[in-house]
């Protein structure tokens, strides 16, 4: 999301300004029919500007995991669960998956979410990268992914008998 809102020329501006608003419209409508949006980000806080803050009064419920600081956990959870805060800042490194659940009803609660290590999720995205579509207009946009070689298996070991 910090990307979206960090411009650097005013025609950025207009276009993230509008993009914004879309966003929030979504979430407006979103929340009133029921459907969630999933809006992740760090620090998504209001010193990206005043559509970040809009954006985050449509969100009714925050995740936060383990942060380095109260400022981060504050940005969090600091408007809808106050006390959450120092349950954030408690969650100790050793704990992948770990976080606080927040809501605007002021509840909160510790979970566990599923740890997925940085290897595996990009070995997930090699696996299934030939399911994504072939769009001309998003090649500019596309990774420079070195192709891995196709390991053959060893091939498997035959018993041999045993002779006197």
């Known amino acids: ?25 979504l979430a407006q409508l979103g929340r009133a029919a029921g459907i969630y949006l999933e809006v992740c980000g760090q620090r998504f806080g209001a010193e990206l500007g005043k559509g970040a803050t809009m954006l985050r009064a449509q969100l009714t419920g925050r995740v936060c995991h383990r942060v380095n600081d109260e400022a981060s956990a504050k940005m969090a959870l600091g408007d809808i669960a106050p006390e959450a805060v120092s349950a954030a800042c408690a969650i100790a490194p050793e704990l992948p998956g770990l976080a606080v659940a927040g809501d605007t009803s002021g509840g909160w609660s510790r979970i566990r979410t599923p740890y997925l290590s940085l290897g595996d999720a990009a070995e997930i995205c090699r696996e299934s990268a030939h399911l994504v579509p072939d769009l001309t207009a998003l090649k500019p946009f596309r990774p420079d992914v070195p192709v891995r070689p196709v390991e053959t298996p060893a091939p498997p070991v035959l018993p041999h008998p045993v002779t006197d």
């Not at 960090?6 to 207009?14: F, G, W």
């Open 1 to 25: 999301m910090a990307e979206l809102f960090l411009t650097a020329t005013r025609k950025d501006e207009e276009r993230r300004d509008e993009m914004v608003t879309q966003l929030i419209r």
